[in-house]
């Protein structure tokens, strides 16, 4: 007889492991590093660790699950999610995927350190992938260790969260634990390699599928297996797109591409940059995946990358990210080409991406700046001319907005230049030294946005609300995420939690907290982890 259940414990997940029961496995049951040819996963067991230690968990991540706090809570639930033990139900895989790194074709990549745990189903019938990051080598992990450290995993872990509050679609993370491990790593690839504490994130998703799956299938022109990958994604992740045909299939790239419009839409409206957007980190669902040399723009300077790998070409910069997407999807196109073949589908089916881009977007900066939409020229032109005043001297992209959000645009407010003013000096980070252009530029825009808005004819108050929900405060700041690192590495996880807190509501403000919304301080100028990162994580 099976025992009772307690619901909300760990041993109440219900597992469905459906992406290992439809495509085929790596016969190879070994974990020597290897090129893996007619397989889409190979079965590997995560690495037990030393000493696992909790440092945060997301509760509504849980939530999703249907796992409660005491569950969270538990000694096992530490052991399942540092990869020490499984579940019943769990089978443990690496995927087989390739990816354009960089604009450049880089064959095998593949899960080198991230093992897929099982699919949890839970009470609402939605299906859950976990996944394990940082828990040991899998026959992917090329050259490197499998593993991850403490700096990146707090990172992953908490703006995978903090995007999910902004209404960012992403993947989730359930948990961060130390494993009381070194790792050895060289942050800047400069022959300072040294010791860190070794973490493991647990994530969560529908899916972990990106279009490198795809996209190693077509390179080794293993298109039986191909097709069924993408029926299988649409079966389980796409289910109202019908049974398989070419049609099907044009409709699901006209899918993701919508998707992966909607999600970078959402990055500029919030002023994320996603640092290494090649095709092997692009999720199929259209969700923020891999957070690895991600920064947050402060300064709004459109031409911003955090990556320092990318410092050069600056490929993946803030304002360049709307057209990488498309050129993502170019690849996902010509990968299951085969199973298609015929360029005008896939075309128009890519038009798709613009389309929704370009309404997405717009609606989003008509929010940013409390109008119902923009409606001609004339607005757009309104909205522009304020992205270039930003640019004419360092201002903080955050702060603004909700400094602009409260200015009052009653036709009877008069307000004096300072008042004009207190949005751009709010934001500044030379306030007494506002350069000349800007400020009268500002001063002009001030008061076409003004009429502007009075002719929407929205009360203040409730313009404000809408540009509020529009216009994150709290932000994971790149100095905020590395002071609460510091503190990590130190053995005090409070910040974490905190941090993890603050970001429940980014939109509410919440005055007790207003240091977490503070500009970039000036020894954030430089630092490492704070102006630039590399992908050594
Ligand atoms: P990323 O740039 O982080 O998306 O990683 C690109 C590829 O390198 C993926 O296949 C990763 O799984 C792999 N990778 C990154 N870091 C490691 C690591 N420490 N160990 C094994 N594989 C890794
Ligand atoms: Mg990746």
């Not at 443990?92 to 189903?121: K, S, T």
């Not at 031409?303 to 990318?310: A, I």
């Not at 307000?415 to 400020?439: F, G, I, K, V």
């Amino acid at each position: 007889m099976n025992a009772v259940r307690q619901p909300g414990a760990l041993d109440a997940l219900r597992f469905d492991n459906a992406f290992v029961r439809a495509l085929p496995a790596d016969p190879d049951p070994g974990n020597q590093r290897r090129q893996v040819f007619g397989a889409c996963y190979s079965r590997v067991q995560p690495t037990p660790v030393r000493a696992p230690a909790l440092v945060a968990h997301s509760a509504e991540c849980a939530a999703l699950l249907g796992l409660d706090e005491r569950a969270c809570l538990s000694p096992v639930f530490t052991e399942v999610f540092a990869g020490n033990r499984l579940l019943p139900g769990m089978d443990p895989y690496a995927m087989c995927y390739g990816g354009h790194q960089f604009g450049n074709w880089a064959g095998q990549l593949g899960d080198g350190r991230a093992i897929n745990l099982g699919e949890v189903l839970n009470a609402r019938g939605e299906r859950w992938t976990l996944q394990l990051k940082g828990a040991g080598p899998t026959p992917y992990s090329r050259t490197a260790d499998g593993l991850a450290v403490l700096r990146s995993s707090v990172r992953e872990f908490l703006c995978s969260e903090a995007m999910h509050h902004l209404g960012v679609p992403t993947t989730r993370a359930l948990s961060l634990i130390t494993t009381g491990e070194q790792v050895m790593r060289d942050m800047f690839y400069d022959g300072h390699a040294k010791f860190e504490p070794g973490a493991v994130v647990c994530r969560v998703a529908p899916s972990f599928v990106r279009f490198g799956n795809f996209e190693i299938l077509a390179a080794r022109k293993e298109i039986d297996l191909l097709r069924r990958l993408v029926d299988y994604c649409i079966a389980t992740d796409y289910p109202h797109l019908g049974p398989p045909s070419r049609d099907t299939y044009v409709a699901w790239l006209a899918e993701v591409a919508s998707r992966t419009a909607v999600m970078i839409a959402h990055w500029l409206r919030v002023g994320f940059v996603h640092g290494v957007m090649n095709t092997d980190n692009m999720s199929i669902l259209g969700l923020t995946i891999d957070y690895g040399p991600y920064g947050w723009l402060e300064d709004f300077d459109p031409d911003w990358t955090p990556n320092t790998t990318d410092a050069q070409g600056r490929r993946y910069r803030y304002g360049q990210q709307a057209q990488i997407g498309m050129w993502n999807l170019v690849r996902l196109a010509n990968a299951i080409y085969p199973l298609i073949e015929d360029v005008p589908a896939l075309e128009s089916a890519l038009d798709a991406y613009a389309t929704r881009y370009e309404s997405e977007w717009q609606a989003m900066l008509a929010a940013k700046l409390g109008l119902q939409a923009l409606t001609d020229d004339a607005d757009r032109e309104l909205a522009e001319e304020l992205m270039s005043v930003l640019r004419l001297a360092e201002t903080d992209m955050t702060i603004f907005f909700r400094a602009l959000a409260a200015v009052p645009c009653a036709a009877d407010a008069s307000l004096d230049e300072l008042a004009l003013l207190a949005p751009l000096r709010a934001a500044s980070y030379a306030p007494d030294t506002l350069p000349d252009a800007q400020r009268s530029r500002h001063l002009a825009w001030m008061g076409r946005w003004r009429a502007r808005v009075q002719r929407d004819g929205s009360p203040d108050a409730q313009r404000a609300a809408r540009m509020n929900g529009a216009n994150p405060k709290y932000v994971l700041r790149n100095y905020l995420a590395q002071e609460a690192i510091d503190l990590a590495e130190q053995g005090d996880f409070s910040r974490v939690n905190e941090l993890l807190d603050v970001l429940r509501r980014p939109y509410d403000e919440q005055p007790a907290r207003e240091r977490y919304a503070a500009k970039r301080p000036e020894w954030a100028r430089h630092r490492a982890g704070c102006s630039m990162l590399s992908c050594s994580s």
